[in-house]
């Protein structure tokens, strides 16, 4: 297992177009997270998904946005009608639930240019 | 509304010498912090992390302290060496609260001079 995958690293694209953007999370990892860093910010939560099961939507994410892992396995994360706020490092995590402790692995981002 | 604190953005730490990187929090909920590092174009990944149940927790070079009391975590490292230059983000997470996700401050730079 080589970790986790992100696809693609780096995307420009002009205002009002839609972008995609693929994890492939650790095999048996059952958790995955997307999460959105800006410049001189730490990451911010976007969502989570349990299994197949979102289980959880951050207020960050407009409505403009959607995510799915429809087998429990990889996942994406599409932005509609991007804007240029949207620009950021989007960045996948996953994990397997053991417990209290909750060790998130990440991926190495994608990072979205919006012109 | 910040719930996660790293209140210094940079640290220029000489090598060999101890390096020590401070995080606060506010939500007493909290009881799992952990340190992530991260080096220009990759993502963050795992340090070190500690319970709520400990004060203490070490691992090589890396020692993570925590003050419930005073809401405060700190991340020794010791000697530090070159390749310890890179982001350092505190994070905490609230088992069974919600996503479990991590909410993470805005990190810490550290620089080791040689």
């Known amino acids: 297992d080589t970790g986790v995958s992100q696809n693609p690293r780096h995307k420009i694209t002009k205002r009002g177009q839609n972008v995609t953007f693929r994890c492939d999370p650790i095999?048996?990892?059952?958790?995955l997270y997307w999460y959105r860093q800006t410049l001189g910010q730490g990451p911010e939560f976007l969502t989570y998904f349990q299994n197949e099961a979102q289980l959880e939507k951050s207020r960050l994410l407009s409505d403009r946005f959607s995510a799915e892992r429809p087998k429990g396995s990889f996942s994406t994360l599409e932005i509609q009608r991007t804007e240029q706020g949207d620009s950021a490092m989007y960045l996948c995590?996953?994990?397997?639930?053991?417990?209290?402790?909750?060790?998130?692995?990440f991926g190495a981002g994608s990072r979205l240019t919006v012109l | 509304d910040q719930q996660v604190k790293q209140n210094s953005p940079s640290l220029s730490v000489q090598e060999g010498r101890i390096s020590i990187l401070n995080c606060d929090y506010t939500?007493?909920?909290?009881?799992?912090f952990l340190w992530y590092k991260k080096y220009p174009a990759e993502g963050p990944t795992f340090l070190i992390s500690i319970s709520s149940i400990k004060d203490k927790n070490e691992d090589g070079r890396f020692t993570v302290f925590l003050n419930k009391s005073a809401k405060h975590l700190s991340l020794h490292i010791v000697p530090s060496q070159p390749g310890d230059s890179a982001v350092y983000f505190c994070a905490a997470s609230v088992y069974g609260g919600g996503a479990d996700g991590l909410t993470f401050g805005k990190g810490t730079h550290l620089i080791i001079q040689p």
């Open positions: 095999s048996e990892h059952n958790r």
């Open positions: 939500n007493s909920m909290f009881d799992y």
């Open positions: 995590a996953s994990s397997l639930e053991q417990g209290r402790a909750n060790v998130l692995t």
